[in-house]
């Protein structure tokens, strides 16, 4: 055995030893956070220096079945999927399809504008900051809402500022983005993100639930106050196989919603974090451009930390401005967030517990993250 070998494998199995020493402390800490919350199961990853160096499961994927949680298990992220839909829509920018201060109306096919401020061009730019001064009023599962050939009531759907000039958080914003994405490109919106986004990254996932193993999927689950028990969404991965069928491109886009339907795991979503970290680059080249992520990545407003899709905030981690996005829908909560000037990111994926909340962010999630910071980051 040489000296430099004998030094090599000294040094790896000091590392190895460090590794399983913070791994155990995680899940000694993430465990008591179950233990002091209620708590069905959740995934996360850690990313240091651009790298996965830790992933683990908790709890349960089915409770009527018995089912432990794995890291092979999928979540509806909820949220976290505008990011994709921003991605796309950065692509289609960079392939002079679109402009991000392009009249709206145009994009979409039908009059999108603020009956109070009718001469104010509502953008592309807009609407993925959530300055458009659209609202969700009306419900955000058709694009029926807030088209005037279509709804009477259309009006509701816009709030009294001038877009432009407030911030207002609107699902429907991104669901009318998903249409556009198919106007523009001609793909389904599913597809695109498949075609464009996951498959170049390698990543299993998406936004139509017939295309996915649903074994993998894990059950979300609604925390019931009154009963102090957690009820399985059944909603939650409905596949709209009919609707599907029948989908008109541009038009009826909202079956996949592009503003919280993509289905993924707690790795994979770390991966795609990666890219954004490293400003859109991966192993095989580039997502999107440096310039497309920053501008993603750039609050518009210092009242608002939103910039296209993803927020900036500090208090999620203290003494750490952290970038990405959270997710609650179903009984789930999410966050995906990352440095990227310290090369280091979390996921935390949860599929049910009490929806209690601390300074913005869903209490679970935030004593999640940090556990996973300061023994994996900090330390």
């Known amino acids: 055995m040489t000296k430099q070998f004998l030094l090599f494998l000294l040094c790896f199995l000091g590392i190895t030893a460090a590794v399983f020493?913070?791994?155990?402390?995680?899940e000694e800490g993430l465990g008591q956070i179950?233990?002091?919350?209620k708590v069905v199961g959740f995934s996360v990853a850690v990313v240091k220096n651009h790298k996965i160096i830790y992933t683990?499961?908790?709890?349960?994927?089915?409770?009527?079945?018995?089912i432990p949680l794995t890291d092979n298990a999928?979540?509806?992220?909820?949220?976290?999927?505008?990011?994709?839909?921003?991605t796309s829509i950065m692509q289609l920018v960079e392939a002079n399809k679109l402009s991000l201060d392009d009249d709206f109306s145009k994009l979409v096919g039908f009059k999108v504008r603020n009956p109070k401020f009718p001469e104010t061009v509502i953008t592309l730019r807009m609407i993925l900051s959530h300055t458009s001064s659209v609202n969700d009023s009306q419900g955000y599962f058709t694009l029926d809402v807030i088209n005037p050939a279509k709804n009477p009531n259309w009006a509701k759907c816009y709030n009294d500022y001038e877009p432009g000039k407030g911030?207002?958080?609107?699902?429907?914003?991104?669901?009318?983005?998903?249409?556009?994405?198919?106007?523009?490109?001609g793909e389904r919106f599913d597809q695109y993100v498949k075609h464009h986004i996951l498959d170049p990254l390698g990543l299993y996932g998406g936004y139509c639930v017939d295309s996915l193993d649903k074994t993998r999927f894990a059950t979300l689950y609604e925390y019931n106050k009154d009963s102090?028990?957690?009820i399985a969404a059944t909603a939650a991965y409905n596949p709209r196989s009919e609707e599907i069928k029948n989908h008109i491109l541009g038009e009826t886009t909202p079956i996949f919603s592009p503003t919280g339907g993509m289905k993924i795991s707690a790795t994979d979503l770390a991966k795609y974090m990666i890219m954004h970290s490293r400003h859109g680059k991966y192993k095989g080249g580039r997502i999107i451009s440096k310039s497309s992520s920053i501008q993603m990545q750039t609050k518009l407003s210092d009242d608002e930390g939103y910039g296209l899709a993803l927020e900036t905030t500090d208090k999620l981690i203290p003494g750490e401005t952290m970038c990405g996005h959270t997710g609650s829908a179903y009984g789930l909560y999410s966050a995906m967030f990352f440095n990227s000037k310290k090369k280091f990111g979390i996921v935390v994926i949860c599929n049910g517990c009490g929806p209690t909340y601390d300074t913005g962010f869903n209490t679970v999630i935030k004593s999640a993250v940090n556990?996973?910071?300061?023994?994996?980051?900090?330390n």
């Open 21 to 26: 020493a913070q791994a155990s402390k995680a």
């Open 34 to 37: 179950i233990k002091d919350n």
């Open 56 to 66: 683990h499961s908790f709890g349960m994927q089915d409770i009527e079945k018995n």
């Open 74 to 86: 999928m979540f509806r992220i909820a949220s976290i999927s505008k990011s994709f839909t921003a």
């Open 167 to 185: 911030y207002a958080y609107c699902n429907l914003n991104f669901n009318m983005t998903g249409a556009v994405i198919e106007k523009v490109s």
């Open 228 to 230: 102090a028990k957690f």
């Open 371 to 378: 556990c996973l910071y300061d023994t994996f980051i900090k």
